[in-house]
């Protein structure tokens, strides 16, 4: 097999404008030639013009200025309409059944924390998506999974003050006009602790739903957090535990949702894997959890272009997070060797 990445690695850098910018050049092939002619674009762009989407903006304007540049930027570099790309970063907020997907592995400790994450996502954009470590103006450095027309945040990040963040699709069926949950993972970036992000998030009007796994350099603890237009539940991991993509804390039970298929058994599937694990007293190996494709209709590890919820696994990060720093690598696929070695929000090497 080759050692060549399928997924590039970027350096950003500039105003948020700038960065926006950059994000968008990269991924404008990807986009003209695959998103702009899918059923996923279509159907997100049956918005426009919506009351809803122009409150939307006009919040992100008044409360996050800078990504709101970062998107103007990233139209800019897509060479596309601002409001269809600020729609698109809205998807998950207006579509349940956006092309977003991910299973993530959580495993406490004592001194050191672990996440272990597949990120899945729209099967046209594999081998267009990248490693991408940002350094924008007056906020810290990250390292970021990037999809093509989409700002960062909403897959998995390390940031250089310390925080590691993955985020899991969750398919909300009842939301307000607030402020798009894409744009909310995206302002996490730029915090220090984890409290600043339960902060920030429980203060926001939220629009639509996600599931966050949070942990800090130098923290004892690892953050669950799932997250909707009418709550925002914030528990410890104490165990070892699995998240697909539906609400699972019991502080969230009558979450009006969408449990698709896929999301049920892999969730299922992982919980089982954790069990037997556990019970037979053996090491738990997160990787081998997200290589797992025992069901091969809906598997964890997800590769078939006919998927059911139109997803596949672009990429796979196994983040250790210690007192110092964080350590973590960047796989094309679980089972194979890494292509990444990363320290908090910087790449040590390409493998």
């Known amino acids: 097999m080759s050692n060549k990445p399928s997924f590039a690695y970027l350096k950003i850098s500039g105003s948020p404008f700038e960065a926006g910018q950059a994000l968008g050049r990269f991924g404008a092939q990807a986009v003209h030639e695959h998103l702009l002619h899918s059923k996923a674009w279509a159907g997100v762009m049956g918005w426009r013009g919506s009351e809803r989407v122009a409150r939307m903006a006009a919040l992100v304007q008044a409360r996050f200025p800078r990504v709101w540049s970062e998107l103007q930027g990233l139209a800019s570099g897509l060479q596309l309409p601002l409001g269809d790309v600020f729609l698109w970063n809205c998807r998950g907020d207006l579509w349940a059944m956006s092309p977003d997907g991910c299973t993530t592995v959580q495993i406490p400790g004592s001194g050191v924390q672990r996440i272990s994450h597949n990120e899945d996502g729209d099967p046209g954009f594999t081998g267009r998506c990248a490693m991408a470590e940002f350094a924008v103006d007056d906020s ?45 993972t995206r302002a996490l970036l730029e915090l220090a602790t984890q409290d600043e992000v339960v902060r920030l998030l429980q203060a926001q009007p939220r629009a639509g739903g996600f599931h966050l796994s949070v942990a800090q350099r130098g923290c004892a603890h690892l953050l669950s957090i799932e997250f909707s237009s009418a709550a925002c539940s914030v528990r410890t991991v104490e165990a070892p535990a699995l998240h697909a993509n539906h609400a699972i804390h019991p502080a969230m039970q009558g979450f009006p949702q969408l449990i698709t298929e896929s999301s049920r058994r892999r969730q299922l599937r992982g919980d089982a894997l954790l069990a037997q694990a556990i019970e037979g007293g053996s090491a738990i190996q997160p990787l081998n ?63």
């Open 140 to 184: 810290p450095g990250f390292a970021s999974f990037v999809y093509p027309g989409s700002i960062p945040g909403h897959t998995f990040a390390v940031t250089q003050q310390g925080l590691a963040i993955t985020v899991n699709n969750l398919r909300e069926l009842s939301v307000d006009a607030g402020m798009p949950r894409m744009v909310l």
């Open 289 to 351: 959890i997200l290589a797992d494709a025992q069901d091969p209709a809906f598997p964890i590890y997800r590769k078939d272009p006919a998927d059911s919820d139109d997803e596949n696994t672009q990429a796979t990060a196994d983040i250790v997070v210690r007192d110092t720093h964080v350590d973590w690598l960047v796989y094309e696929r679980p089972q194979d060797p890494p292509r990444f070695r990363m320290t908090d929000g910087h790449a040590q090497s390409p493998l």
